[in-house]
């Protein structure tokens, strides 16, 4: 799709949803699909699903159809737990839904003790995320044979020539759990 269609696209999007209380999950993750280098709605709405899912996310007591699969349902939200939250998750927003974002960095539903970010700390943008995802994945997947269709793989556990043993020859210490979490979400986000 051309830049252009793009952003007439978002901008449209924008206009209408800036006029609302609340915000419905197709239109928040078609605004992401829109906004961020990874494209794909369908991408955005299983994120914004997940943590509702999660309770990282409150949808709004509306009108539920029961005999719809929940994962088909357009749950509406307010406008500042979404902007809230896709920002803990350092996705990119239009310009316009920054005086939206709530003071607090997520939505308290989400926050489990102290979670503030130091000063020192600087969020990955997206774009950064990505490109480390793809190395990190790339990597695993040619030199230790990693599967990310497979239930279970040699490269993730603790036995010689795992990750984490090459990472610990290397005095990089990481569990096998650090590993099969940050493999599992490249794979979740990038095939």
Same mark, same amino acid.
């Given at each position: 799709?051309?830049?252009?269609?793009?952003?007439?696209?978002?901008?449209?999007?924008?206009?209408?949803?800036?006029?609302?209380?609340?915000?419905?999950?197709?239109?928040?993750?078609?605004?992401?699909? %829109?906004?961020?280098?990874?494209?794909?709605?369908?991408?955005?709405?299983?994120?914004?699903?997940?943590?509702?899912?999660?309770?990282? %996310?409150?949808?709004?007591?509306?009108?539920?159809?029961?005999?719809?699969?929940?994962?088909?349902?357009?749950?509406?939200?307010?406008?500042?737990?979404?902007?809230?939250?896709?920002?803990?998750?350092?996705?990119?927003?239009?310009?316009?839904?920054?005086?939206?974002?709530?003071?607090?960095?997520?939505?308290?539903?989400?926050?489990?003790?102290?979670?503030?970010?130091?000063?020192?700390?600087?969020?990955?943008?997206?774009?950064?995320?990505?490109?480390?995802?793809?190395?990190?994945?790339?990597?695993?997947?040619?030199?230790?044979?990693?599967?990310?269709?497979?239930?279970?793989?040699?490269?993730?556990?603790?036995?010689?020539?795992?990750?984490?043993?090459?990472?610990?020859?290397?005095?990089?210490?990481?569990?096998?759990?650090?590993?099969?979490?940050?493999?599992?979400?490249?794979?979740?986000?990038?095939?």
């Amino acid at each position: 799709m051309e830049q252009e269609v793009r952003d007439t696209m978002l901008r449209e999007m924008v206009d209408r949803m800036k006029l609302s209380d609340v915000w419905y999950q197709n239109d928040f993750a078609e605004v992401l699909a %829109l906004s961020n280098d990874l494209p794909k709605l369908f991408h955005y709405k299983d994120l914004i699903f997940n943590a509702v899912l999660a309770e990282r %996310l409150k949808p709004l007591p509306l009108q539920v159809d029961g005999f719809k699969d929940p994962k088909e349902r357009n749950f509406g939200f307010k406008p500042a737990d979404l902007c809230s939250w896709a920002r803990a998750k350092d996705l990119m927003l239009p310009e316009e839904f920054s005086s939206i974002v709530s003071v607090q960095k997520e939505p308290a539903l989400h926050r489990e003790g102290n979670t503030q970010k130091s000063k020192s700390e600087k969020a990955l943008h997206p774009k950064e995320r990505i490109t480390f995802q793809k190395m990190i994945l790339g990597m695993a997947m040619d030199m230790y044979k990693y599967d990310p269709k497979a239930k279970e793989n040699a490269c993730t556990g603790s036995n010689k020539g795992s990750i984490s043993v090459s990472l610990a020859e290397q005095e990089f210490d990481l569990d096998e759990d650090t590993i099969r979490k940050y493999l599992k979400e490249a794979a979740d986000s990038l095939l």
